[in-house]
């Protein structure tokens, strides 16, 4: 690559851009100094009604207001992939400051007290994929964004019951487990086989009735990581839904990667297009093999690596000179979730596959990122959104998990570079 005079260096997300001598972006401060200052940032969140704003509201600006046009909220993924990132940095810093476990906790207590469907219906006390602002708990017809107002979509119950495991092994509080174990039992009450056009969830259902909309839900993964994590725990009743999930991701849903991916379709909460492929889900079934190796899959590399490699084929394009990654079809834009999820799952397959080539792609890609921290620690959930804030989940709660997860692989990318 041409290197590039400091003078011409462009503008991202509010800081001069860097590079090296031969051109390739460097990161506008450390990884670990831009983490710290977020974190510690989000830090000083004012409580509504006992929980961090953030928890309960998806769309702030940089001075913690709700943004007035934007009721609309998303508590499952927004805080499921929340106390992953909050468990993970308290784990990465030493596991010595209590706030950050504190703050999971918030997010889990929101989860298991606000955001559940009535306790009669097809989808009982199941946890909200939407919601509105404000409202605690969420009335019966919270469904926003593409939901319509009693729809839910199980997989965010998936993503949901697992958070709230993994916060039931680090605080003991039976709350957490118990609601991840109904999750887990309503999605194997509701599971169907699936073939080569159909999930074994929709996408949506109507919680009531459980009539479904959309025959694609491409997060699959979730469900069988609470599967698996339950099994470990001792719940054999889930052998049989874990197996038949697995059977369909294996040989259904990893195959369509060498095709067209039309098994990925359908993940984020405000589209609606049943074919409308995502960056999300490929790329968090990658990891999930990645982490279980061998005793998920006997070739589970090589199937990492094709769910990457249709990812980047797919989904990415270059900005800055740097290979960055969309989230779908609909939206070209390189949003801080899933592009820090790309880096993270990318950097993931290059340690397991030995390709220092990929490692540097991901390591741009994070480095970018990492661009839409500004010097207070406020996020941008785009880069070129002209303010800080924005969506809650692709600002912060599914960034920081993704930098933890790189960090313990490759912690010298934590420093300085010049």
């Known amino acids: 690559m041409e290197s590039r005079a400091h003078?011409?260096?462009?503008?991202?997300?509010?800081?001069?851009?860097?590079?090296?001598?031969?051109?390739?972006?460097?990161?506008?401060?450390?990884?670990?100094?831009?983490?710290?200052?977020?974190?510690?940032?989000?830090?000083?969140?004012?409580?509504?009604?006992?929980?961090?704003?953030?928890?309960?509201?998806?769309?702030?600006?940089?001075?913690?207001?709700?943004?007035?046009?934007?009721?609309?909220?998303?508590?499952?993924?927004?805080?499921?992939?929340?106390?992953?990132?909050?468990?993970?940095?308290?784990a990465l810093r030493g596991g010595r400051d209590p706030h950050w476990v504190d703050t999971a906790r918030a997010m889990g207590d929101y989860l298991v007290r606000e955001t559940l469907t009535p306790a009669d219906g097809n989808y009982p006390g199941f946890t909200r994929s939407t919601g509105v602002r404000d409202r605690l708990p969420?009335?019966?017809?919270?469904?926003?964004?593409?939901?319509?107002?009693?729809?839910?979509?199980?997989?965010?119950?998936?993503?949901?019951?697992?958070?709230?495991?993994?916060?039931?092994?680090?605080?003991g509080e039976a709350r957490y487990?118990?609601?991840?174990?109904?999750?887990?039992?309503?999605?194997?009450?509701?599971?169907?086989?699936?073939?080569?056009?159909?999930?074994?969830?929709?996408?949506r259902v109507d919680y009531r009735d459980g009539s479904p909309r959309g025959p694609v839900s491409g997060n699959m993964v979730y469900a069988l990581r609470l599967y698996d994590a339950l099994l470990d725990a001792g719940h054999s009743e889930f052998v049989a839904p874990r197996e038949a999930l697995w059977r369909w991701i294996r040989d259904y849903q990893i195959p369509s990667a060498s095709s067209d991916g039309a098994l990925f379709a359908q993940f984020f909460e405000d589209h609606e297009t049943p074919t409308n492929r995502t960056a999300w889900s490929p790329l968090n079934l990658a990891r999930y093999l990645l982490e279980r190796r061998a005793t998920l899959h006997p070739q589970w590399?090589?199937?990492?690596?094709?769910?990457?490699?249709?990812?980047?084929?797919?989904?990415?394009?270059?900005?800055?000179?740097?290979?960055?990654?969309?989230?779908?079809?609909e939206d070209p834009n390189a949003w801080g979730g899933i592009n820090a999820t790309y880096g993270a799952v990318l950097a993931l397959y290059a340690a397991a596959s030995d390709s220092p080539g990929l490692a540097e792609e991901a390591r741009a890609a994070l480095d970018f990122t990492l661009y839409s921290i500004d010097s207070r620690g406020r996020p941008r959930d785009l880069h070129k959104n002209a303010e800080v804030g924005g969506w809650q989940e692709d600002a912060h709660t599914d960034v920081i998990h993704n930098y933890v997860?790189?960090?313990?692989?490759?912690?010298?990318?934590?420093?300085?570079?010049?």
């Open 7 to 90: 003078s011409e260096a462009p503008a991202l997300a509010g800081h001069r851009v860097r590079y090296d001598a031969s051109g390739r972006l460097l990161p506008w401060t450390s990884w670990n100094r831009a983490l710290d200052l977020e974190m510690h940032f989000y830090r000083s969140c004012p409580l509504d009604r006992g929980y961090p704003r953030f928890v309960t509201s998806t769309f702030l600006d940089g001075d913690w207001n709700p943004h007035p046009g934007r009721t609309d909220t998303i508590p499952a993924t927004q805080n499921g992939m929340g106390i992953l990132s909050y468990l993970g940095y308290h």
């Open 138 to 171: 969420l009335p019966a017809d919270a469904g926003s964004q593409g939901d319509r107002p009693y729809e839910i979509e199980p997989d965010k119950g998936g993503i949901a019951g697992y958070a709230l495991l993994c916060l039931a092994a680090a605080t």
């Open 177 to 203: 487990r118990d609601q991840a174990l109904h999750n887990a039992r309503v999605l194997a009450a509701h599971q169907a086989p699936g073939d080569a056009q159909h999930s074994p969830w929709p996408f």
């Open 301 to 329: 590399l090589a199937c990492a690596g094709r769910l990457v490699e249709f990812v980047r084929r797919t989904f990415t394009h270059q900005e800055y000179g740097v290979t960055v990654c969309h989230e779908q079809d």
């Open 405 to 418: 997860e790189v960090l313990r692989a490759y912690p010298a990318w934590g420093e300085e570079r010049s």
